[in-house]
């Protein structure tokens, strides 16, 4: 559902329970700003004693000490009740980054697989990262500073026009000017440069991840981040921008800086034509004092107010970009979920074409995977072997035909439900940076620690286990732990075995695996697979020979099904993958390697 509040009041929806605490901070840091104007007023008050000295009374040096120990005392009293605000602007800053990561993050556990596609793991989490920061400086810092500044400014400029409104009115006026100039700088135009000044900035991080990632490849083919054209256009686009941004500020900042610094040229020669008329020139020189005081004081917080309303613009900013992943369209979900009595899978005439691809990955696609059975999935790469998997758990959703689990349309099992029925084993899974334990229970984390170590055992990660010193607890990723491709795959294995579900999809599961490991998962494949119906994807065909069916696919469609020695008779598509495999593996070197 699309969001209507946008900007601050779209951020501060996510204060929740603080929002009050905020408040609080907004008014403990207005009331700080009066109190710390207080020392101005009494540099003043003194400044007026000795004006007094020149009219041939004697210095009041007592006065001049009261007047320094009140200003003493409002200061930390003002500060006091600063620190007092930054406080609960802290609590509920940290309280609302929390809030926006957390609200993102389950959101895109609702996203399908196809979102991931466009947006990359990186980017996901630099903008979720970077911009749910930036709200949490806003809230705790600038937004109460932003009302101190506004308050002090108020406050002053009425004490302007109440000391002596002839010279309160024209700086009032050079004042509005100031106040003008800032807000044309504000403008749409602004917060539209400002837009695509970060759209580049992410586009570069973006890019820059991308570059780092390849590395290997980039030294091994001796390549210079020049030569990688996208990065290099994202450098190259983010200076324009960047330059462009500053440019539009340019004249608008150099105006407003000469406006607000210019008191003095507006209030000497104010001075000067009033003091010249005046009857009472002692009066007349002590509120001219008052002007000298804070006329500054309100040139410097009208700049404050400035950079205030900038950091504001770049908070808003941040909350739309947050709300780019908060509005994106979750996967459907049923709001009458079923249950399926059994779990055989079957493909009704399905069609899958990938977001902007122009030829479907799979098409019309039917056949029936038996409760119990194992039903092997081959072809040549880029068949659509993989992407037919990946439909059964829904990472995407078809878009004709339909896939049922026990009679029941995916689409009308509830998500949580579905995702308890399928276990997934990938080409190339991913472990936590956590222990191997954490890793393994990952596949249902209410398992105790016997069934963690059963579902390893099982999974033949014994050896795995057995040389670390921490054995099961220890840490993947850190301190030169690391696990090579078939013994990862054991591990999520492992995890899958823990899982306990009634359907298993083995995406080339023994990809990594050499002779001596592909052993050692085959046995851990009996562990995972005894009763359940099993979709299996294996360009080694010796591991599909005894599937209870064979589909071979090819360019997204099934072309033959059958078992292993049906289809070899049939002499179709399947005999010429078999004879080729089976050629490879009776292919050796022909020349004898000759030692030098
Ligand atoms: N995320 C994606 N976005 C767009 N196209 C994709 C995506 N994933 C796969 N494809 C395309 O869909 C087609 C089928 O790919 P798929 O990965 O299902 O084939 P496969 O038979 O599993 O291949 P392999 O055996 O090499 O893993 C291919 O043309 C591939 O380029």
């Given amino acids: 559902m699309k969001q209507k509040n946008g900007g601050i009041k779209r951020l501060l929806e996510f204060t929740g329970e603080k929002r009050s605490l905020l408040n609080i901070s907004r008014i403990l840091s207005g009331v700080s700003a009066i109190f710390i104007l207080g020392p101005f007023l009494c540099v003043y008050f003194a400044a007026r004693e000795l004006v007094n000295v020149f009219t041939g009374s004697a210095l009041d040096t007592q006065s001049l000490v009261r007047w320094g120990m009140i200003a003493l005392v409002l200061e930390l009293i003002g500060l006091a009740l600063y620190f007092c605000a930054l406080l609960c602007s802290h609590v509920t800053a940290f309280h609302t980054e929390k809030n926006l990561k957390m ?84 403008g749409k135009e602004g917060m539209k440069l400002m837009q695509t000044y970060q759209d580049s900035l992410e586009t570069m991080n973006h890019e820059a991840v991308e570059y780092i990632r390849g590395i290997s490849v980039l030294k091994v083919f001796g390549q210079t981040v020049q030569s990688i054209t996208k990065f290099n256009e994202a450098i190259k686009s983010y200076r324009k921008f960047a330059l462009a941004y500053t440019m539009s500020c340019k004249k608008g900042m150099v105006a407003f800086n000469s406006v607000i610094n210019s008191s003095f040229l507006v209030l000497v020669p104010t001075a000067l034509i009033i003091g010249l008329v ?61 249950r399926p009595a ?109 069934e963690v170590m059963r579902a390893a055992h099982l999974a033949q990660c014994d050896d795995i286990l057995a040389k670390f010193p921490k054995g099961i607890d220890t840490v993947v990723g850190s301190k030169g732990v690391y696990l090579s491709g078939g013994e990862t795959q054991r591990i999520a294995i492992a995890r899958a075995i823990l899982k306990d579900a009634p359907i298993i999809v083995l995406d080339e599961a023994t990809a990594y695996a050499d002779p001596e490991n592909e052993q050692q998962i085959q046995q851990a494949f009996e562990g995972l697979t005894k009763g359940k119906t099993v979709i299996m994807i294996a360009h080694r065909l010796s591991t599909v020979q005894d599937a209870d069916q064979i589909l071979v696919m090819r360019q997204g469609e099934l072309v033959e099904s059958g078992r292993h020695n049906e289809l070899v008779k049939k002499n179709g598509e399947y005999a010429r993958m078999w004879e080729n495999y089976t050629k490879t593996t009776q292919w050796h070197i022909g020349n004898e390697v000759k030692v030098c």
């Fill in 103 to 186: 609200a993102a993050l389950k959101h895109l556990a609702k996203m399908p697989m196809g979102y991931f596609d466009t947006n990359p793991s990186g980017k996901l989490r630099k903008i979720i990262d970077e911009n749910s920061f930036q709200t949490e400086t806003f809230i705790a810092h600038q937004l109460p500073d932003l009302v101190g500044a506004q308050v002090t400014m108020v406050v002053s400029l009425i004490l302007m026009l109440l000391f002596d409104w002839r010279i309160g009115v024209p700086l009032l006026l050079l004042f509005g000017i100031g106040f003008f100039l800032q807000k044309s700088l504000m």
């Fill in 278 to 338: 005046s009857s009472d020139l002692v009066g007349f020189t002590q509120s001219f004092l008052f002007y000298v005081i804070f006329s500054p004081a309100c040139a410097v917080m009208l700049n404050k107010i400035l950079y205030m309303t900038s950091y504001k613009m770049q908070a808003e900013e941040s909350m739309r970009r947050i709300d780019m992943i908060l509005n994106a369209e979750p996967q459907e979900e049923t709001a009458q979920p079923k």
């Fill in 342 to 450: 059994s779990y055989d899978i079957s493909f009704e005439g399905v069609t899958f074409t990938y977001e902007g691809a122009e030829q479907p990955a799979v098409s019309h696609l039917s056949f029936c995977a038996k409760a119990g059975t194992t039903t092997a999935l081959v072809g040549h790469s880029g068949s659509g072997k993989s992407t037919t998997a990946s439909l059964i758990p829904r990472f995407y959703d078809a878009q004709a035909g339909s896939i049922k689990i026990g009679g029941v349309d995916i689409r009308s099992i509830a998500h949580p439900d579905l995702m308890k029925m399928v276990a997934f084993v990938f080409q190339d899974p991913k472990l936590f940076k956590d222990s191997l334990f954490e890793n393994i229970r990952a596949g249902r984390p209410s398992a105790t620690r016997e």
